[in-house]
Nanobody, 116 residues
Framework: QVQLVESGGGLVQAGGSLRLSCVAS????????MDWYRQAPGKQRELVAS???????HYAVSVEGRFTISRDNAKNTVFLQMSSLKPEDTAVYYC??????????WGQGTQVTVSS
């Protein structure tokens, strides 16, 4: 069974930075693409960033140039470095794993709150 555990969320002032981590277990992490999603109150969950098994990345327009996704396959961990944070970045951030030949896996989420 795939398990994803996020950490690193918290309260930060606008313009600040946070680094989210997501540790995966129960899958062949190194062959799977990984995603970060977020969901703000009253809004749909949206894709923030993705990274393939080979390290190719994709970002939502709203975070391009401010957020960086990376992975450490030796530690089964994916990161989301968030800089120049804005109040509109406030949301619950979820890690997701595109598990091959199995259902998509979600973490439990970590709250990020950016104060103005």
């Amino acid at each position: 069974q795939v398990q994803l555990v996020e950490s690193g969320g918290g309260l930060v002032q606008a313009g600040g930075s946070l680094r989210l981590s997501c540790v995966a277990s129960g899958s062949i992490f190194r062959i799977n693409a990984m995603d970060w999603y977020r969901q703000a109150p009253g809004k749909q969950r949206e894709l923030v960033a993705s990274i393939t098994w080979g390290g190719s990345t994709h970002y939502a327009v709203s975070v391009e140039g401010r957020f960086t996704i990376s992975r450490d396959n030796a530690k089964n961990t994916v990161f989301l470095q968030m800089s120049s944070l804005k109040p509109e970045d406030t949301a619950v951030y979820y890690c997701g794993e595109q598990v091959r030949f199995a259902p998509y896996a979600w973490g439990q989420g970590t709250q990020v709150t950016v104060s103005s």
